[in-house]
């Protein structure tokens, strides 16, 4: 059974960090990319950040970058990202998801097979 569970959520103030943790099980770590992504209220689903299991090799989205960074420990098979200098604005939940590693566009949620079930952020000011 597939299985993506994240972690690390919580409440933090504007200018923290939180560190975010995905736990994959039930399949080939190394053959998929592991996206994060985020859903505020009323908002659609937006990517963040993904990485490439197999090389490590990282990407982000403009809401990602510079202040998060996309890491994965493949022993673990885990995949963590690490917010810092967040923002009010960086509220929502988050999720990690896997999808088959074939150099596909991984910031578009329907190339992912499977989902956590998210993580709540929320950044106060």
């Known amino acids: 059974e597939v299985q993506l569970v994240e972690s690390g959520g919580g409440l933090v103030q504007a200018g923290g960090s939180l560190r975010l943790s995905c736990a994959a099980s039930g399949f080939t770590f190394d053959d998929y990319a592991i996206g994060w992504f985020r859903q505020a209220p009323g908002k659609e689903r937006e990517a963040v950040s993904y990485i490439a299991i197999k090389d490590g090799s990282t990407y982000y989205t403009d809401s990602g970058k510079d202040r998060f960074t996309a890491s994965s420990d493949n022993a673990r098979n885990a995949v963590y990202l690490q917010m810092n200098s967040l923002k009010p604005e960086d509220t929502a939940v988050y999720f990690c998801?896997?999808?088959?590693?074939?150099?596909?566009?991984?910031?578009?949620?329907?190339?992912?097979?499977?989902w956590g079930q998210g993580t709540q952020v929320t950044v106060s000011s």
């Open positions: 998801a896997a999808g088959l590693d074939y150099n596909g566009d991984y910031y578009d949620p329907h190339e992912y097979d499977y």
